[in-house]
């Protein structure tokens, strides 16, 4: 038979345990990294996305670019640029996107961004209500990160 006040000592260590894990967790946010060079990258991008400055979102990717999005792939920055990257403006123009997480992990000369976000909107008609997500590597190329492959999804 087990002791009742081995059993309290058990449950309040789990809980205890159960406490940290989710402090840790709340401390550690869902926006890590964001103010590192890379991260600047990634933002800048978005940026020159929703405001349709091609040039400089051009800049910002890697010639050796690839793009996963909607089961499709393009193969270079110029093909993006001149396939998706102007409907994908045209659609961040339409839409209001909001950004729900955002971590970025830098290693040597590469790094990783993932996040999440809501967008809602109307577009061509439809109306436009969910969450994304969106996976970006970049690489360190002459002093300058990179986006070196984008993956959309939602």
């Known amino acids: 038979m087990i002791n009742n006040k081995l059993i309290v000592v058990m449950l309040t260590a789990l809980s205890l345990t159960a406490f940290a894990h989710e402090n840790k967790e709340s401390e550690q946010g ?3 990294g964001v103010d590192t060079p ?3 990258v990634v933002l800048a991008f978005h940026t020159a996305l929703e405001t349709g400055d091609v040039e400089k979102a051009r800049a910002l990717l890697a010639d050796k670019l690839t793009v996963f999005e ?3 792939v393009e193969r270079s920055a110029d093909e993006y640029a001149q396939h998706h ?3 994908d403006m045209k659609y961040l123009a339409a839409v209001e996107t909001k950004s729900i997480e955002h971590q970025v992990t830098m290693f040597e000369n590469t790094a990783i961004s993932i996040s999440r976000t809501h967008t809602v909107g109307n577009y061509n008609g439809k109306d436009r209500d969910y969450e994304g997500m969106e996976t970006i ?10 986006i070196k492959h984008i993956h959309w999804s939602h």
Request: glycine share 18%.
């Open 85 to 87: 990257m102007l409907s």
């Open 38 to 40: 890379p991260a600047i």
């Open 137 to 146: 590597a970049l690489v360190k190329q002459d002093g300058q990160w990179k």
């Open 30 to 32: 869902l926006f890590i």
């Open 70 to 72: 909607g089961g499709g």
